[in-house]
């Protein structure tokens, strides 16, 4: 079968500065790809470039056999019309970091806006696709309620349910669960993993180890703007063959520091010196302490969360 | 003070409330729309039109309205007839070149205060601009943009005063005409404040009105 997603040798720069540097990935459909690396290192640029919110500077992007982007003869990249952008994107949902909900629609309007607006459907048909929709992430009871109302963990759920609305063939999750409470992210990632489960294509930049390991088939970790490891999510996390990514995975795990370009690598390694009080040390290791325990608690959940599968806490 | 004289007078300042009135409304109308180019200009992807909104702004921001009726009355014509204006229709156009820099602003915040992830939302389902405007901006920059829109407002009726030296009829020039024939600046002056304060005290319940509309519902 064809990839749903092809990238060839995507480049992008803002300014001086290059962010990617000759990107190759394809994507089969129903596969699960996650998308891992340092911060600044082009992950999310990626999936901007997919859904053209940024445009490339070099290379092929295919999504679905329609060309988004080619290099033309001389080199120089050319574009899909702004109408065949359009189509690509009903057929691409895409959700953001901070949700981007809009606040004066309620849960149920920010979700039948798009298939009305874009795909031309009655009110009466997308209001009741937009129930099932907002039952299927959990939130039957909240279709009436506006964003502000809504912890961060319900606004990303509607904002899945929003891109779901548009049905979709591909979803990009750019970092969805960054900006929510810890103890939310959970129940973003379930209604995630029934999406991967029910065959969604989905390409998830993500800070969510456990996710990437538990529900990506591929994963790919980048650095510098290019691909740096790449293969199935049990290879590259738990046996990763490259420095940088074995770097990188004890930062995000262990939360151990991480050299990044410039830094003296001596400096970072050494103890961390935050107070020369002993009592205040004492306190910090305590806090730090505290802080590991939770952080394993939580990590607990969210395995069980995973394990308990098909059934969700909220209803 | 004569409260009889005050009597007297109001009905005769009165006279002039519906030639205020045209020109505030006719300039209120002209000066939103001019309001809303110039804010769209201002954030257009053109430089030109990005630069000649900046400098309108600038140029009628920074000189006395009371100078640009005076140009548009006096000067313009001497460049052609064509501008040669009624001394109402020369008052709605200084009034309206003048608060449209202002509703410019006014407007402008309004549509910045939108934060670019809702563009890049509306991008995403594949919704064309004009639609993300009207139904995603629109709604939302309303509520923003009514305090400074009502403001620039009861400046707009109360600058409409200075038509008085360009002899439009309208309240101001008839009371200086009621003080000049009865030797008396006490009352009529005072009926005149007391007119407009009950002018922009209307505007300012209006205001009111309309923030309660566009309210936010959370």
């Keep these: 079968m064809a990839p749903l997603v092809r990238v060839q040798g995507l480049k992008k720069s803002f300014g001086d500065l290059q962010i990617l540097n000759g990107i190759d990935l394809d994507v089969e459909p129903s596969e699960v790809v996650s998308i891992i690396g340092p911060s600044g290192s082009g992950k999310t640029t990626i999936l901007r470039c997919i859904n053209l919110l940024e ?6 992007i295919e999504v679905d056999g329609q060309v988004l982007c080619d290099e033309g003869p001389d080199g120089g990249i050319r574009f899909a019309s702004k109408r065949d952008i359009r189509k690509i994107r009903e057929e691409v949902g895409m959700v953001f970091q901070r949700f981007n909900l809009f606040p004066h629609m309620t849960a149920l309007e920010n979700v039948i806006e798009g298939p009305i607006a874009v795909k031309g459907m009655d009110k009466g048909a997308a209001t009741e696709r937009a129930h099932e929709l907002l039952a299927s992430v959990g939130l039957s009871h909240r279709a009436d309620h506006y964003p502000l109302q809504m912890s961060g963990g319900q606004q990303q759920r509607v904002a899945i349910a929003r891109a779901l609305a548009m049905e979709p063939r591909l979803m990009l999750f750019d970092e969805v ?60 996390l738990g046996a990763p063959a490259e420095e940088r990514t074995k770097a990188f995975l004890r930062a995000v795990l262990e939360r151990a520091p991480m050299a990044e370009e410039g830094d003296d690598p001596d400096q970072l390694n050494e103890e961390p010196t935050w107070s020369s009080d002993p009592l205040a040390a004492e306190e910090a ?14 990590a607990e959940l969210r395995q069980q969360l995973f394990r308990s599968g098909t059934t969700r806490s909220e209803g | 003070m004569d409260l009889g004289f005050i009597a007297d007078i109001v009905p005769e300042i009165l006279e002039g409330l519906p030639t205020t009135i045209g020109l505030f409304l006719w300039s209120m109308l002209l000066s939103t729309v001019g309001g809303l180019l110039l804010a769209l ?4 992807a053109v430089g030109a039109l990005r630069w000649f909104a900046v400098a309108y702004g600038w140029l009628i921001r920074g000189i006395p309205l009371l100078l640009i009726m005076f140009y548009v009355f006096f000067a313009l014509p001497e ?36 934060d670019n992830g809702q563009y890049e939302a509306a ?21 923003i943009i009514v305090p400074p829109f009502m403001g620039n407002a009861i400046n707009t009726l109360k600058q409409t005063s200075l038509a008085t030296v360009i002899t439009v009829p309208e309240m101001a020039l008839i009371t200086t005409r009621i003080i000049s024939r009865e030797f008396n600046a006490l009352e009529p002056l ?29």
């Design chain 2, 190 to 218: 005072l009926a005149l404040a007391i007119i407009y304060l009950a002018l922009t005290t209307l505007l300012v319940f209006g205001q009111a009105g309309l923030e309660r509309a566009f309210r936010l519902k959370v």
């Design chain 1, 55 to 60: 445009r490339a500077d070099g290379g092929r």
């Design chain 1, 285 to 298: 290791a305590r806090d730090s302490a505290e802080l590991a325990r939770l952080r394993n608690e939580v």
């Design chain 2, 41 to 44: 200009a201002r954030m257009s």
């Design chain 2, 79 to 114: 460049f052609s007839r064509t501008f040669l204006l009624s001394p109402f229709w020369t008052a709605v156009a200084a009034l309206s070149l003048w608060t449209a820099a202002y509703q410019a602003e006014a407007i402008r915040s309004g549509i910045l205060a939108v």
């Design chain 1, 177 to 236: 669960t960054s900006a929510v409470d810890p103890e939310l992210a959970g129940e973003i990632l379930l209604v995630m993993k029934h999406l991967a489960e029910q065959g969604m294509t989905m390409i998830v930049v993500t800070h969510e180890m456990g996710f990437a390991a538990d529900v990506s088939d591929r994963v790919l970790f980048i650095d510098h703007g290019l691909v740096v490891e790449e293969g199935r999510a049990s290879q590259v």
């Design chain 2, 123 to 143: 991008e995403a389902l594949g919704m064309t601009r004009a639609h993300y405007m009207r139904r995603i901006v629109l709604p939302q920059s309303v509520r």
